[in-house]
């Protein structure tokens, strides 16, 4: 082994430098920032089963020719078939009477977790979510969209 | 150039100085211009490349469209992958790909048949992405769809919104 040999040695840092500047400057030229989410939904599909379970109580809206929701409750003793109507306003749906009455019915119905939306054919996307969020706000997870 | 003037400014490093076997400090000599220590540099430029790649990834993509205006949701949750339906212009878009509303069960059968073919994990869900102003009759054709094709998770793509506001 040579005598002048060099034991100690540095790596050269710049050229490595150099790539990950070029790799940070393109990751931020390309990247997508805008943050988009979901609002899930479950549908039911395929056959039903041959064992036939009783049907949990369920909450369901119905949106009439008129533009109004009709709300009811099936499935449960306590409020079976009653139904709550709430009026449009000139702004489109009162969202407010919308929201006392989802609290009315989790109040009389606790056990009440499913929902099932049967919107008109005018019915808005975005009144559509609107009212998903709502129900999720107040604890009602299981949330189904019935078709035309 | 044995005594050059340029010698005693010679650039020491830090560490051949403190090498165990022949270090290179000299008591006669010392360092006049010091050495920027780049490692911590490197350091901090892989984290953000590491962090960049992860958090912008093409998982986004498809749903990427200028055109469409989104609904807002607070209570919305992570987007996951999945067979991506678009809806523009009141036309159909199968993953970036025009389908008719007649053929969109077919199509969506076959898209998500061949995901349960190949154990991918988008089977069996689809994002449907719309504009916040089209109507349910626009949506009616995929959920109608979906509800043929066995696919039980729909998720309605939404831009989050912070509680409250």
Known sequence: MSRNREENFEINLLPVISILAVCISFLLLTAVWIKIGSMDVSQAVGPVTAEQKPNPPSLQIRMDQGGRLLLSIKDTPKMNNATLTIDRTTDGIDWDAFDRAVIRATSKVPELKTVLIFPSAEFRYRDLIKMMDGMKKK?????GIAPL | ?????LKTEMMNSPISNQATVRPRKSIFRRPLVTTLILTSLVDAFSILVIYLLVNTG?????L????????FASQSEVLQAG???????????????????TILGDALEKANSALVDKGDERSGKAIIVADQNVKFEDLNPVI???????I???KFAVYPEEPGT
């Open chain 1, 139 to 143: 604890g009602l997870p299981d949330i």
């Open chain 2, 1 to 5: 150039m044995k005594f050059s003037a």
């Open chain 2, 58 to 62: 093409a998982a986004t993509e498809p």
């Open chain 2, 64 to 71: 990427d469209s200028k055109q469409l205006q989104l609904p």
């Open chain 2, 83 to 101: 067979l991506v339906i678009r809806i523009e212009n009141n036309r159909y878009y199968l993953n970036d790909q025009e389908v008719r509303s």
């Open chain 2, 144 to 150: 109608t769809a979906c509800s043929q094709t066995q």
């Open chain 2, 152 to 154: 039980k998770k729909i």
